[in-house]
Nanobody, 121 residues
């Protein structure tokens, strides 16, 4: 059974950094794209970032480009999201996602449990 466990997150002030991690078990994700989405109450789920199965290609939402960095370690079945210069509008529950295609609007088969990120001014 596939299982994704997230760690990291928390509460910080604007301008600070956080790192999210997501570890998979029950399967090898080395041939899958991995990424992150976020959700804020009252808004639709938003794509944040994704990395190809090779790790050579990364895509980012315009809102996080230049501030967030996604990386993966296939040997450990993990994906990370380094979030720098966090802003209040980054406050959300963040979910890791794994599937053959991870992008805005994609149907995702595997989700992490979600982790809260709160940024205060």
């Amino acid at each position: 059974q596939v299982h994704l466990v997230q760690s990291g997150g928390g509460s910080v002030r604007a301008g600070e950094s956080l790192r999210l991690s997501c570890a998979g078990s029950g399967a090898s994700f080395s041939r899958y794209s991995m990424g992150w989405f976020r959700h804020t109450p009252g808004k639709e789920r938003e794509f944040v970032a994704a990395t190809s199965w090779t790790g050579r290609t990364q895509t980012y939402a315009d809102s996080v480009k230049g501030r967030f960095t996604i990386s993966r370690d296939n040997a450990k079945n993990t994906v990370h999201l380094q979030m720098d210069n966090l802003q209040v509008e980054d406050t959300a529950v963040y979910y890791c996602a794994v599937d053959t295609v991870v992008q805005a609007g994609a149907t995702i088969d595997y989700w992490g449990q979600g982790t809260q990120v709160t940024v205060s001014s």
